[in-house]
């Protein structure tokens, strides 16, 4: 593993089934009595957000604690930011503080390779969503999520997503989840399709390691995961679409749709959901979708990372505890 975790594409095949088999480890902890372990005691992780989180915030601490760590919570807002303070001078006083490790979201594409590469801080940085650029952990837990669907939960040790199709539909143009998703599945040997209106396929999407398609409904039969996205107006200037109807009607999907799916096939979200606009509440709480377990799911990615960035080179989970006569 590398020092930080800034990019899917940084990401070999070795590097991203390690992550998944270290967070299949840790998916057992969740089922003890007890959530802990030892692993990161007297290590400080501050979680750095620039922008809103609901999922990715809480699941990174939930992660921290589990492991025993020390958290910091940062928010931009009511912090020395809000007074125009930079991020090289909140990287100084963090760096002052003595943190080890450091999980930036931040609007600016290219912020954490920024706060990784200046020299300003002497931490493992690990992106939690930067921009319209990269969510690595993201693409990870949803890779965790499939290969535990599609493949099996101790089939799959050791096993990537080879020969599966994965199509992702929605706002591309805007979302790093997307980007992260292309570039992680497509090294773990998936075929990805891209299915989005043309005014949301980003410029120069043809270098990208995957199809791109128009029609949703062409896609579907051949799918072994469909991942909707967001819409994310918070990031447009322009109209887009139509009406967000006329976006439904092709773009979204509804009992009908997901009944064009092969029966072993799942949908997915990464979340927050708008329903009745990429999916409809039938399709949401099917048995088929699998949001809710994406968010447990990232608890245990999170937990990978983390142990495999700071934990050194001991057992990630100890099963037996033997004495000392």
């Known amino acids: 593993m590398q020092r930080h975790l800034i990019s899917a594409a940084d990401l070999t095949r070795d590097d991203a089934v390690l992550i998944l088999d270290t967070a299949e480890e840790m998916a057992r902890v969740a089922d003890r009595p007890i959530k802990k372990l030892p692993t990161l005691r007297g290590r400080t992780v501050v979680n750095l957000f620039f922008e809103d989180s609901t999922r990715t915030r809480i699941s990174f601490e939930a992660a921290e604690k589990r492991l025993s760590a020390d958290v910091i919570n940062f928010t931009a807002k009511g912090s020395s930011v809000s007074k125009g303070e930079s991020l090289k001078d909140t990287a100084q006083t963090l760096e002052a503080m003595g943190v080890d490790a450091v999980v930036i979201r931040h609007g600016a594409s290219g912020a954490p390779y920024r706060l990784a590469t200046s020299g300003w801080i002497d931490a493992a940085v690990i992106n939690a969503g930067d921009g319209t650029h990269q969510h690595p952990t993201q693409a990870l837990l949803d890779a965790f999520t499939m290969r535990r669907r599609l493949v099996g939960r101790d089939a799959g040790i050791g096993q990537d997503l080879a020969g599966k199709r994965i199509t992702l539909v929605g706002d591309i143009l805007h979302s790093r ?48 995961a469909v991942m909707l996205l967001r819409v994310q107006r918070e990031r447009m200037n322009a109209a887009f679409f139509p009406t967000e109807r006329e976006y439904s009607r092709r773009y979204g999907l509804d009992g009908d749709r997901m009944a064009k799916m092969p029966e072993h096939a799942i949908v997915m979200h990464p979340g927050p959901m708008v329903r009745g606009m990429e999916i409809t509440a039938e399709v949401a709480d099917s048995e088929r979708c699998t949001a809710i377990e994406q968010v447990t799911n990232g608890v245990s990615i999170r937990m990978a990372v983390l142990y495999l960035l700071l934990g050194g080179n001991e057992p990630a989970v100890t099963h037996t505890r033997t004495e000392e006569k």
Not at 184 to 212: D, F, K, M, Q, R
């Open 177 to 224: 989840v997307a980007r992260s998703n292309v570039d992680l599945l497509h090294t773990l040997g998936a075929e990805v399709t891209l299915v989005a209106p043309p005014t949301l396929v980003p410029v120069g999407v043809g270098s990208w390691p995957c199809e791109v398609s128009y029609d949703l409904d062409n896609t579907l039969s051949k799918s072994d």
